[in-house]
């Protein structure tokens, strides 16, 4: 059985939470784990206000 493990990661703190996702999925006999980066779709304005409200949150 195929798993796919789909994330998206902005700051980088959701791919460790995909890869224990996978992690755990990996021990079940005959399954393979594929480990998916979704990409950005949001456009580029908004990608751009968003990123700047999180490294606001990051300095307070």
């Known amino acids: 059985m195929k798993v796919p493990v789909g994330y998206f990661s902005l700051c ?3 791919h460790p939470l995909a890869r224990e996702v ?3 999925a990996r ?3 005959g399954t393979t ?4 980066a979704v990409p ?3 456009p ?8 700047a409200v ?3 949150d990051l300095r307070s």
């Open 54 to 56: 999180i490294r606001q």
């Open 22 to 24: 996978a992690d755990g």
């Open 33 to 36: 784990v594929e480990m998916h």
């Open 44 to 51: 580029p304005m908004v990608r751009e206000k968003r990123v």
């Open 40 to 42: 950005e779709i949001l």
């Open 12 to 14: 980088g703190h959701v």
């Open 27 to 29: 021990p079940v006999p």
